[in-house]
């Protein structure tokens, strides 16, 4: 994201009292999370990652992981990241999330 664009988007965060993704440009705004995680892509994307991203996690710690999950579709199948979108369901669908981690979906 271009400065011109997050210095506008961190105003209007403020403005409207809404917390926002953690990204390094963001000054002012409140984050919704402690931790972006950007890990979980191509060969990153994997239960040994998830894994990894509980083990050095601190609790109480709220983390975004940046997905991209996705069913086939005619949309997807143009995608270049297409075969990836599959593994990445399979693997966000098949992990077993420890039983320590709360888990809150956005």
Do not use: C
């Not at 994201?1 to 809404?18: G, I, P, Q, R």
């Not at 992981?65 to 990836?84: F, K, R, V």
């Amino acid at each position: 994201m271009n400065e011109k664009l997050s210095d506008l988007f961190e105003t209007l965060a403020l403005e409207y009292n809404v917390p926002v993704r953690t990204y390094p440009l963001r000054k002012k705004a409140r984050p919704y999370t402690d931790y972006l995680i950007l890990d979980f892509y191509k060969e990153g994307a994997s239960i040994a990652t998830l894994d990894q991203i509980v083990k050095e996690s601190k609790d109480g710690d709220r983390i975004e992981i940046m997905t991209h999950p996705a069913y086939m579709d005619t949309h997807i199948l143009q995608s270049s990241y297409n075969m990836e979108r599959i593994l990445e369901l399979d693997v966000l669908t098949t992990w077993k999330v420890p039983a320590n981690v709360n888990m809150k979906l956005r």
